[in-house]
């Protein structure tokens, strides 16, 4: 018997990349739980290139392709089982293969005091931070040493690896980065950003000695999606990273005005498209109502 490759990809096992000299906090970063959040992909391997010319107290661990079988089919869910492995952690070793990846990465990042996971919010969306700050003062703090603009409040669904992390004691959040879907797109200044942004939080833990000029936060609440009622055209007439402020015009749709509901920041706006009932239009998030 003759075993022929004709390309080399696994879709049965994930890499991970460590740097560091082990004398300080360990720091995890994980990317493509969703496999076609490819800005998050090139985040990490950008990641891992700067880290490569740091010198690094403490250790930071990188998965750049958590999800290979995802990723080699550009989807947000396995197509070994249609599991939204974003849904399911821990994992269960016994189980499916993506409960059983799940499982292994949950795993592989038990040892990281903080988990930074990189994630795509699809085409019309801003980079953007997602925590729990509110229920953790630990999570307000690492959303402030990255300096991305926006953070906002998750609303803490299950299953989410930086959910159950953070219920396991970690201090685990999420970066939300411009394209990925459709079709495995990229975003690459986000990308760059989103690597300044990790190294300032190294920095931030006293691990590496350079920083990054960051921007000022604000913190915001919940987003809100506003939906399509029926089939119909959407026209956008709004930006996402944009503030807005009660009344503005987000889009139309069927030549009817889309208005912000509230004041905030626009976290997503629908390229032009025709859509259908309960498909996204804009999403926004209000600014928190202590600021």
């Known amino acids: 018997m003759r075993e022929v ?6 879709v049965t096992n994930f890499t991970v990349q460590e740097f560091g000299n082990g004398n300080g906090p360990i720091v995890a970063v994980t990317a493509a739980v969703h496999g076609d959040e490819q800005t998050a992909i090139h985040a990490a391997m950008l990641l891992m290139k700067e880290l490569e010319q740091q010198t690094i107290n403490g250790r930071v661990k990188v998965i750049p392709v958590c999800n290979p079988a995802s990723f080699r089919n550009r989807t947000r869910v396995s197509p070994f089982d249609g599991i939204d492995m974003n849904r399911i952690f821990p994992g269960n070793a016994e189980g499916s293969p993506t409960m059983q990846l799940a499982h292994a990465l949950w795993l592989e990042t038990r040892d990281a005091e903080y988990l930074i996971d990189l994630h795509c919010i699809g085409a019309g969306g801003t980079t953007y931070t997602l925590g729990l700050y509110k229920e953790y003062p630990e999570i307000r703090e690492l959303a402030e040493a990255l300096s991305l603009p926006i953070v906002i409040q998750s609303s803490g669904v299950r299953g989410q690896l930086f959910v159950e992390s953070c219920q396991a004691g970690q201090k685990a959040l999420i970066i939300e980065l411009p394209a990925g879907q459709p079709g495995g797109i990229i975003d690459i200044p986000a990308a760059e950003e989103c690597c300044r942004a990790i190294i300032r939080s190294l920095h931030h833990l006293g691990m590496v000695d350079a920083s990054p000029s960051g921007s000022s936060v604000s913190f915001y609440d919940e987003i809100t999606t506003l939906t399509a009622p029926h ?32 004041s905030g920041v626009i976290t997503t706006v629908s390229p032009p498209r025709y859509c259908f009932a309960g498909e996204s239009l804009a999403g926004i998030a209000p600014l928190e109502k202590s600021q």
Request: charged share 15%; hydrophobic share 40%.
């Open 5 to 10: 490759i004709f390309e080399q990809t696994s």
């Open 231 to 262: 089939p119909g055209l959407f026209i956008p007439k709004a930006t996402a990273g944009e503030s807005c402020v009660e009344g503005d015009l987000l889009g139309t749709f069927e030549g009817n005005s889309v208005i912000a509901p509230f």
